[in-house]
T-cell receptor, first 113, second 116 residues
């Protein structure tokens, strides 16, 4: 069975501090991994994805994510948070074998001035 | 170019009624997927259409159905509405042939359904 876990419902950070939004997955093989962000009253927007190669993936708005195969994790990071980063973040995993795509439950990030 | 357009954005129905939601994908995108978003369950996959054919289906009852037209526009229908159907319904389109691989999904803003 394939699943995606975002262990934190809520993450609070101060502006200027680094942020991490956690994601772990359980799927056989090497899946494709994605991060999406959702701002209020909007659909999800693509941030970044991991296909293969370098474990550190850089995406939009200064975000990056680190793929860790041994820990089956794909944590989203940003060195310096902005208030405008406050949003709902979703991790997604696609199994290459059956193309099944699953999303995590989401993590609400709040960046305080 | 225009993004994914979903209509209506907001609607209120009562139990037992049915509802039809529409999604117009990005021009050239042939794959359309539907998701249900609720605070407790996150995003749940409903179904995916490509070239007017349903290619994948999530674990939802038969009250949830959809279709895709020759111009790639898609509709989803929910019959005999229940209170638990209240949710944000998101449509996403994809450039490549199917909702597969490393293809990025482009989402619409969603249709928020409230069932009273």
């Amino acid at each position: 069975a394939q699943s995606v876990a975002q262990p934190e419902d809520q993450v609070n950070v101060a502006e200027g501090n680094p942020l991490t939004v956690k994601c772990t997955y359980s799927v056989s093989g090497n899946p494709y991994l994605f991060w999406y962000v959702q701002y209020p009253n909007r659909g999800l927007q693509f941030l970044l994805k991991y296909i293969t190669g370098d474990n550190l993936v850089k995406g939009s708005y200064g975000f990056e994510a680190e793929f860790n195969k041994s820990q089956t994790s794909f944590h989203l990071k940003k060195p310096s948070a902005l208030v405008s980063d406050s949003a709902l973040y979703f991790c997604a995993v696609r199994d290459k074998r059956n193309n099944d795509m699953r999303f995590g439950a989401g993590t609400r990030l709040t960046v305080k001035p | 170019k225009a993004g994914v357009t979903q209509t209506p954005r907001y609607l209120i129905k009562t139990r037992g009624q049915q509802v039809t939601l529409s999604c117009s994908p990005i021009s050239g995108h042939r794959s359309v997927s539907w998701y249900q978003q609720t605070p407790g369950q996150g995003l749940q996959f409903l179904f995916e259409y490509f070239s007017e054919t349903q290619r994948n289906k999530g674990n939802f009852p038969g009250r949830f159905s959809g279709r895709q037209f020759s111009n790639s526009r898609s509709e989803m229908n929910v019959s005999t509405l229940e209170l638990g159907d209240s949710a944000l319904y998101l449509c996403a389109s994809s450039r490549a042939g199917t909702n597969t691989g490393a293809n990025v999904l482009t989402f619409g803003a969603g249709s928020r359904l409230t069932v009273l």
